[in-house]
């Protein structure tokens, strides 16, 4: 039987007294990359958070590698091998950009990619080396962001936005990085609403609304459903 890298069944989350996931169920295999969809507050972040235990209260089960995380600390959780990028990308900015890059704690078992191999995957960040993380581009910062998580030794990734803001062809640079990391098995969760990007690479969307999954996309199904899927995400 196959170990998934996640599995999660009926969560649900609060944020203090705000209820915002009403019985969450999705399920990844290793070396899957899978898309959350959904429109703003529709809860796909808060899935990401709910993973690690970033949120309030949690009920329900998440599995990562077979082994419960609900009533672990978020320190516990991330040393199953879980890399988080969240939206605001976290950056140290006062740091130069290969600071950045020598800062991250192991996690996992995984073998954590050298700086060598990050500044190939990423020949921006190589040029930018000596320069203070808050003088990056938006791009380079997004770039630094996904290269602190590679650093870690982490297998499951979760990328929350990666793309938001970001000139087309950073978001053309981001779709081989992410390519390039499936290709070396890792399993990759975005959160994503630029639906044209998450589409080249998902092997399964996940569509949220109001806390719960209302639509499960597999590849082979994507061109049937886009009709469907616009109306869902209003785009």
Known sequence: MTVLALEIDHLNAWYGESHVLHGINLSVKKGEVVCLLGRNGAGRSTTLRSILGLVGNRT???????????????????????????????????????????????????????????????????????????????????????????RT???????????????????????????????????????EQNFRFASKLADRNYVIEHGQVVKTVEKHELEASQEELKTLLGV
Do not use: W
């Open 60 to 150: 329900g089960s998440i599995k990562v590698n077979g082994q419960e995380v609900i009533g672990m600390p978020t320190y516990q959780v991330a040393q199953l091998g879980i890399g988080y990028c969240p939206e605001e990308r976290g950056i140290f900015t006062s740091l130069s950009c290969e600071q950045n890059l020598m800062l991250p704690p192991k996690v996992g078992d995984g073998v954590a990619m050298s700086v060598e191999e990050i500044y190939q995957m990423f020949p921006n960040l190589y040029e930018r080396r000596s320069s203070p993380g808050g003088k990056l581009s938006g791009g380079e910062q997004q770039m630094l962001a996904i290269a602190r998580i590679l």
């Open 153 to 191: 030794g982490a297998s499951l990734l979760l990328l929350d936005e990666i793309t938001e803001g970001l000139a087309p062809v950073i978001v053309q640079k981001l779709t081989e990085v992410v390519r390039t990391l499936k290709e070396r098995g890792f399993t990759v969760i975005l959160v």
